[in-house]
């Protein structure tokens, strides 16, 4: 049977859902399906953030593994540099195996919390605003 | 002066950039929302502004300045979808905007039913409609205890205002889009008799001056009249309702003066405004001394001679297309689809014919792109399409340019100047040129051109804060 992740946008009432099979969803592939899913990949204008339900805590590491059943929070916000939104980057992507190597070995199925797990991250907000 | 409360001003669109209008005001515990639109250059989820950080329900009031898809389409979703419905939020508009939104917003539904990026049903859309408060132009409304507006004229288009907000004494003047010239048939844009704390303006056309309405209007008419001569056919993308109107007010009596183009059909493209002539002649005495003179004449200006609807058929486009030289207004005025792109696509590669632009284009669109005149384009299908169709742009947007704009800044007076919808780079040229005529004679006015989602806290000083406290 296929598995769900359960989405929101914060400002909606109602929640949707992602499908797929396995124990869990990347955050890089769950960023996509709801990117493809709202037909948003060719708008260059924002970013996606994902937020743990109950803690509110922001899912910062694409190879994070949201497990199945749970439910998240989604944000479309202004991309950090105007009209370097990463929505084709998501929608084009090939998954989350392909970061950095860094990445892997040390998000390697621990959920760690954001902080040091990237050595980068996608959004672009460690980047000098200009 | 312990706690001196902040007007916070966020834009969730419209913050350098056009298109997408949505700002929200926060003072004292009220929160207040102008407008609430669609950006053109996108579909679905990405056109709505960022309203993901605010909590709809603690909204007072939404306040829409005109029928324009980019200040008033994302009203459905919000109502709708957000959790806006749980608190006791209002919402208002003219009576003219909510006439004409009604027809515009069932034409909106039904464009993107056929996608899969609808945002809302056509339930969904009756329900907003349906809690509209509709207001008159002058009529000071109270909200609720502490908040209150009054609508001013803000020409543009029909219905069109500006909104004078009062929260516990401090006042907000939100323009909207706005013209400060008199066309053909609206008024122009009043200056409220009060003096705001801070002004919310509109600044699409950074420093640029436009040509005056009569230079404008002549080099427009010479032009259609030189395209149908050489045997072309003229295209006039325009959004079937607004500025259209005007176009037609003035081509009608172009032919009329000019006996040997009678025989050169202008065509209208458009159902949706067939549909809303009723509210047009319905709202002649909010419309200036002109039309209402020729009304009171029996006279009435919005029953065209000289313009003919399209055949009511499928594949009307190509009949008229290989038919022979005419004018064409049709929708949609960015040309991304519809009649005007088709039309356009069987136009383009013929010398003789002429596209005339007379709309503000917005970025990311084909009418826009089309003014760098590019020796070819790709069609709807994918091909490669060699442009020979002569491009010109006119504008009839009714904005104000850079003299009426900085004009109507002065004389509003306020402290705070909030620039939106506009263009960073013109946005930033119209801030540079105010700041400095104000640094020229001392004065201490502040300019801002926040981004989206970019909070402007704005403190005041003076006996504002005083009374504001002491009220
Ligand atoms: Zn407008
Ligand atoms: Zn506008």
């Known amino acids: ?130 | 002066m312990a706690d001196t409360p902040t007007l916070s001003v966020t834009m969730l669109g419209a913050g350098q950039e056009v298109g997408r209008s949505c700002c929200v005001l926060h003072y004292r515990g009220k929160t207040i929302v102008c407008d609430a639109g669609v950006h053109p250059a996108h579909s679905g989820m990405a056109s709505l502004p960022f309203i993901d950080d605010l909590d709809w329900s603690t909204v007072d009031a939404i306040l829409i300045t005109h029928f324009h898809l980019d200040h008033a389409a994302a009203l459905t979703y919000i109502t709708e979808k957000t959790n806006f419905g749980d608190g006791k939020g209002k919402v208002y508009m003219t009576h003219p905007t909510k006439a004409v939104h009604k027809f515009m917003m069932q034409d909106y539904v039904r464009m993107s039913s056929s996608t899969s990026d609808a945002l809302f049903s056509p339930l969904d859309m009756t329900k907003s409609l349906a809690a509209i408060i509709p207001v008159s132009v002058h009529q000071l409304i109270t909200v609720c205890p502490g908040v209150s507006f009054t609508p001013y004229h803000a020409g543009h288009v029909l219905g069109a205002c500006m909104f004078l907000i009062d929260i516990y004494g401090l006042k907000i003047l939100y323009t909207g889009d706005y013209s400060r010239e008199e066309d053909r048939h609206l008024v122009k844009a009043e200056l409220p008799p009060v003096r705001p704390d801070v002004l919310i303006v509109e600044s699409t056309f950074g420093t640029q001056t436009l040509e005056g309405r009569e230079e404008k209007e002549q080099r427009f008419t010479n032009l259609v009249h030189s395209i149908v001569k050489r045997n072309g056919h003229c295209l006039l993308p325009t959004f079937a309702l607004g500025r259209a109107q005007e176009l037609l007010l003035i081509l009608d009596e172009y032919w009329k003066k000019h006996p040997d183009l009678h025989n050169i059909p202008i065509y209208y493209a458009s159902s949706l405004a067939r549909k809303c002539m009723s509210v047009y002649q319905t709202y002649i005495h909010t419309m200036n001394a002109n039309i209402r003179s020729r009304f009171a004449k029996r006279d009435n200006p919005f029953v065209f001679k000289h313009i003919s609807n399209v055949p009511p058929q499928r594949g009307w486009e190509k009949k008229i297309a290989e038919g022979p030289p005419c004018v064409v207004l049709a929708s949609p005025g960015f040309m991304d689809n519809g009649p005007s792109r088709e039309l356009f696509e069987l136009w383009a590669s013929d010398s003789r014919n002429g596209l005339i632009v007379t709309g503000y284009s917005i970025e990311g669109t084909l009418a826009r792109e089309i003014t760098n005149e590019p020796e070819e384009f790709t069609s709807m299908k994918g091909n490669t399409i060699q442009r020979k169709i002569s491009v010109e742009g006119i504008s009839f947007s009714a904005h104000v340019d850079f003299s009426q704009n900085s004009e109507f800044i002065e004389l509003v007076g306020a402290q705070h100047v909030v620039l939106v919808h506009g263009e960073q780079t013109a946005m930033g040229r119209l801030r540079a040129a105010m700041n400095s005529r104000y640094k020229e004679r001392n004065e201490d006015v502040k300019i801002h051109t926040p981004r989206n989602l970019e909070t402007l806290q704005l403190s005041f000083r003076g006996e504002r804060v005083a009374k504001a406290i002491g009220a």
Not at chain 1, 33 to 43: F, G
Not at chain 1, 105 to 119: D, E, F
């Open chain 1, 1 to 130: 049977m296929a598995s769900s992740v359960f989405y929101k946008w914060a400002s909606r009432k109602d929640e949707s859902r992602v499908t797929f099979d396995g124990t869990g969803i990347s955050v890089f592939d769950m960023k996509r399906e709801i990117i493809l899913a709202n037909h948003m990949s060719k708008a260059n204008d924002f970013d996606l953030y994902i937020y743990d339900a109950t803690s509110k805590q922001e899912y910062q590491d694409d190879s994070f593994f949201i497990p199945r059943s749970s439910s998240v929070i989604v944000k479309r916000l202004p991309a950090a540099r105007q009209g370097k939104g990463k929505a084709s980057y998501y929608a084009n992507g090939a998954g989350p195996s392909l970061p950095t190597s860094e990445a892997v070995s040390r998000g390697a199925g621990v959920p760690t919390w954001h902080k040091g797990a990237m050595s980068k991250r996608f959004d672009g907000k460690d980047e000098p605003q200009t």
